[in-house]
Nanobody, 125 residues
Framework: VQLQASGGGLVQTGGSLRLSCAAS????????MAWFRQPPGKEREFVAA????????YYADSVKGRFTISRENAEKTMYLQMNSLKPEDTAIYFC???????????????????WGQGTLVTVSS
């Protein structure tokens, strides 16, 4: 599986952005796709994830109510709609995927074998 992330940019506080992650290759029945982010000088952290087939979604507490993860099966593309952006959302955003993840491992970046390149999101104050 190969992943291609896009959609980052510069936005003011309170603004919105939509990130996309296009997948190529086979999507199995247990496929989970996720977004992680790495703020400047900090470790990579979980943002949101979606089970490709059940559409079950999972969010970090810091983004609940502001971010929405979704997917379009025909396009094999995952999205992250980010609203009410804050300066602390500034980070490089990565998409990740794996087909063997259990629910308890979803927030763990080490559980994912496939990663896209990052896309930078900068929120100005």
């Amino acid at each position: 599986v190969q992943l291609q992330a896009s959609g980052g940019g510069l936005v003011q506080t309170g603004g919105s952005l939509r990130l996309s992650c296009a997948a190529s290759g086979r999507i199995s029945s247990r496929f989970v796709m996720a977004w992680f982010r790495q703020p400047p000088g900090k470790e990579r952290e979980f943002v949101a994830a979606i089970n490709w087939w059940s559409r079950a979604t999972y969010y970090a507490d810091s983004v609940k109510g502001r971010f929405t993860i979704s997917r379009e099966n025909a396009e094999k593309t995952m999205y992250l709609q980010m609203n009410s952006l804050k300066p602390e959302d500034t980070a490089i955003y990565f998409c990740a995927a794996d087909s063997r993840i259990i629910v308890s491992s979803i927030p763990n970046p080490q559980a994912y074998d496939y990663w896209g390149q990052g896309t930078l999101v900068t929120v100005s104050s």
